[in-house]
């Protein structure tokens, strides 16, 4: 029996060399559900701000902190149906500063620059495969 093999675009991923995830980067499905992540994230990074400065405090601030950790990890999770974030960071907070910005914003954006470079490296392809097959027509054409 003869074999196809489909290429589906789905790539796995090392994340720091912790835990391995697989997904299609050019995804349009997986793409809206990271960004509705992010939004959602970033608005729970505003309370999160706005929060810590409200609490009275340490043990309120740490509490709360503590919660709305447990809940953002939560959001990361249903992103692959996977815990990446325990693999990655074990139990800091992902609102951590890491090089600027709180640890789940470093993996969304690393995520999202995957899938930006996914997209303008399929499009050349596509490009190229089709050029393959309409270059004799478009050379009648543009003589």
Known sequence: MKELNIDTGLVTYNL?????VTFNPTDSKFGERLFNIF???DKKQNEYIENVNSKKNSKELFEYS???DEEMRGYLFTLFDMDI?????GDINVFALAGGLPIWANILTALVDEMDAAVTANNELSKKRVDKYTKKYTK???K
Request: aromatic share 6%.
């Open 16 to 20: 720091n060399d912790a835990v391995q």
């Open 39 to 41: 939004e959602e994230l």
């Open 66 to 68: 503590r919660e709305l």
């Open 85 to 89: 974030v325990t693999p990655l960071i």
């Open 140 to 142: 009648k054409y543009t």
